[in-house]
């Protein structure tokens, strides 16, 4: 038995099954597709083994990928504490989200030592190179959002957010449509940075 991940646009659920088309059909119910709608489906499987799955329109509804399973897990999350520093530390933890979750780009910010500004310690994505090891005031953006509020959110039209910094975008020539950022925080330390994830392939 494996676990699967299974999502839309907008949400995601964890299934098993013994092959992805079992999770596929255990997972229906969370997105609200009738029971019977299995069948009007068409699937398509790519190189990486996640499954695409489109509608009777040819639009595409889910992907079905495999979800690493708890041992795994735990093991690699061990790597982030084996790590030399916190920059190594950064990129195994955003290789894992990476490897959970789709997306074009993704960073990891932390806040420095006198919390005036965040710091691009680790990043994937098109323009990786040109934000790395950059800073931006730690009061603005969403990244400054999420980590004043502990909480995390999701954008999927980021631009039209009055929380976005958009000074990012114009320095390094990306443009952000959508967004996943979540805070960077221990039970008994404040939030000291974000993950972000940028772009989800169904934007």
Request: aromatic fraction near 8%; charge should be negative.
């Amino acid at each position: 038995m494996a676990t699967w991940l299974v999502s839309s646009a907008t949400s995601s659920v964890c299934a098993d099954g013994s092959e992805w088309l079992d999770a596929l059909a255990s997972a229906l119910p969370h997105f609200h597709f009738a029971p019977g709608t299995l069948g009007q489906l068409s699937c398509a499987s790519r190189e990486d083994g996640t499954i695409d799955v489109f509608g009777p329109g040819g639009a595409r509804w889910l992907r079905v990928e495999p979800f690493p399973s708890a041992g795994e897990m735990f093991t690699r999350c061990g790597e982030i504490f084996d790590a030399a520093d916190l920059a190594q530390a950064s990129d195994v933890a955003l290789q894992l989200v990476h490897d959970s979750v789709a997306a074009e780009a993704g960073a990891v910010l932390l806040t420095t030592r006198e919390a005036s500004q965040m710091q691009f310690v680790a990043a994937f994505g098109p323009k990786a190179d040109h934000v790395l090891h950059t800073f931006m005031p730690a009061n603005v953006g969403v990244a400054g959002f999420v980590s004043s509020f502990p909480t995390g959110t999701i954008l999927h039209h980021v631009q039209q957010d009055c929380r976005f910094y958009a000074a990012i975008d114009r320095a390094s020539t990306y443009h952000t449509k959508s967004m996943l950022a979540v805070p960077i925080t221990t039970r008994d330390s404040p939030c000291f940075g974000c993950i972000e994830l940028l772009n989800s392939p169904d934007h």
